[in-house]
C-alpha cells in the first residue's frame, strides 16, 4: 500500500536537481553572452565550434528541466491520489515520476558529456599558446 510519506521523499531530490539545472543553464547563458563578444570582437573559428555545443547544451539543459518538472507534477499528483485513497492511480502516478526522473537524469548525463567535449576543444586551443 502507498502512503503520503513514499512520493514525499522524491521532492528534496526533485527540488535539488531542478535547482542544479537552474544553476547549470544560468551559467551556459552567461557564457554565451561572454563568447558572443568575443566572437564578434575576434571572429575565431574555435569559438564557433564552442557556440554550437553551447547551443546543443542549452536545448539539453531545457529538456531536463521540462521532464524534471513532469517528474515533480506526477510526484505532487501521486501524493494527491495517496491522500484520496486512490492507491492504483497513486502507484501509477508515482511510476510515471520516477521515469521522468531517469530519463531527466539520463539527459543531465548526455549534458555532462557534450560540456566535457567543449572544454577539450579550449583546453586544444589553450595548448597552441
Not at 18 to 43: P, W
Not at 47 to 74: D, N, P, T, Y
Not at 95 to 123: D, K, M, P, R
Amino acid at each position: 500500500m502507498l502512503n503520503i510519506s513514499t512520493p514525499a521523499l522524491l521532492f528534496p531530490a526533485i527540488s535539488l536537481l531542478l535547482l542544479a539545472y537552474t544553476n547549470r543553464f544560468l551559467v551556459v547563458a552567461q557564457l554565451i553572452r561572454t563568447l558572443y563578444e568575443q566572437l564578434s570582437e575576434t571572429g575565431e573559428e574555435s569559438m564557433k565550434a564552442q557556440i554550437l555545443h553551447l547551443r546543443s547544451r542549452i536545448r539539453l539543459i531545457r529538456w531536463m528541466q521540462i521532464i524534471g518538472v513532469l517528474a515533480f507534477i506526477g510526484c505532487t499528483l501521486s501524493m494527491g491520489a495517496a491522500l484520496l485513497e486512490a492507491q492504483q492511480v497513486a502507484q501509477w502516478l508515482l511510476g510515471f515520476s520516477l521515469v521522468n526522473l531517469l530519463i531527466s537524469l539520463v539527459i543531465s548525463l548526455i549534458e555532462i558529456y557534450i560540456s566535457g567535449t567543449a572544454l577539450s576543444i579550449q583546453l586544444n586551443e589553450l595548448e597552441k599558446y
